[in-house]
C-alpha cells in the first residue's frame, strides 16, 4: 500500500460521521477519493474479517450455489471481491453491487472489474429480486426498524445469504433477531451448529453476545502507515471482533451431534480454559483441562483454537475431543 496517496483528511472526514452514529442517515461519501481512502483503511480492515469468516465456512464444508451474487450495501465492493476472491471467479455468473450511494455503487463496480475482469459486474438499482447469493456487510446498524424489516423480508427468496458484521453487542443482538425471523427457512450453516432457537435468548443471557476474533495480518504492526491510521481513527490493529450470520436453503454439510461453536474467547488460566459453547441444547460454560488436552489447551491460550469444534461433556468438563464430520477419525 501507498500510504503517501492516502487522503488523511478524508479518512479524518469519516470518523467523524461513524463516531456520530451518522451512517446510514444520509451519503457521507463526497468524493471517489473518500471511498478510495475507506477502501484502503476501513475496507482492508473488513476484508480481514470476511476473510476469516470465509475460511470458516471452509472449514465447515459449505460452499455457496455457482450463480448471481448480489452485493446489497456495497460500500466499497469489500464483500464482493473477498468472496470472488476466495470462491474463485468461476463461482459467480454476475456480481450486482447497490448501495444507497451512487458513488459508492460506481467505486465498486469499478474495483470488482478491475480485480475480476472475468466477472459480469453491474450497478445495482436496489429492486433487485436476487435468488442467488446475496452479501451483506457492516450494514444492520445503518438500518431503520422498516429498512431492516423490508430487507428481511427480500431475503427470504435468496439461496444463500452471508451476512457479516462488526463483533459489537448491537451488531450482533440485532443479527440473532434476524436469525430468529428466518431460521424456519434457511439452514443455518454458521455460526450456529443446530437449527433451535438462539442460546442467547435465554434467561440469564442478556448480557452475552454472539462474536468471534478475525486475525489482523502480522505485517500490520510493523508498518508506520497502519500506526498513523490507527492513531487517526482511534482504531486498536490487535482487535478485530465480529459476528456473523450465513444461511442456505440447499442441504447442509453434515455435522456431528456433538458439535458446538465457541463464543468470544477462552478464558485461561494455570490449569485449564473455560470455553463459552453453544449448540442446540444452549449455551454454556465448558472446562479444557490442560492435563487431558495438553495440545487443545495450548491452542486455546494462543488463541488458535478452531471456534467450531467436537466434544462429549461429562457435566461441565470436556473428556473427549470428536471429528467434526460423521465417519471421520
Known sequence: MNWNKIDWDALEHLRGHFLKGEAGRHDYWRTQGDLSAYDQTFGRRIAWKWEYVLEALDRR????PVGEVLDWGCGSGVAARAFAGHFGPESVSRIVLWDASRLAREFATRAVHAEFPAVTAERGTGQEAAEGTWLLSHVITELSRGELD???????????????????????????????RLRERFGIVAPCTHQAA???????????WCHHFAQTPTDVYMDAGWSRFARTVGVDLRSLPVSCLVLDRR???????????MIGRPRVDKV????????????RDRRLAKRAFPREFRYAKNERLDTLLACECDGDEIVKFLPIVPGQE
Open 198 to 208: 438462539c442460546g442467547l435468548l435465554a434467561p440469564g443471557c442478556e448480557r452475552h
Open 251 to 261: 442441504p447442509l454439510p453434515p455435522l456431528v451431534p456433538q458439535a458446538k461453536r
Open 272 to 283: 485449564g480454559a473455560l470455553l463459552f459453547l453453544c449448540d442446540a441444547e444452549g449455551v
Open 150 to 180: 423490508a430487507l428481511v423480508g427480500r431475503l427470504a427468496r435468496a439461496t444463500a445469504v452471508v451476512w457479516v458484521e462488526p463483533g459489537t453487542f448491537v451488531a450482533s443482538r440485532a443479527l440473532i433477531a434476524v436469525r430468529e
Open 61 to 64: 464444508g459449505w460452499r455457496p
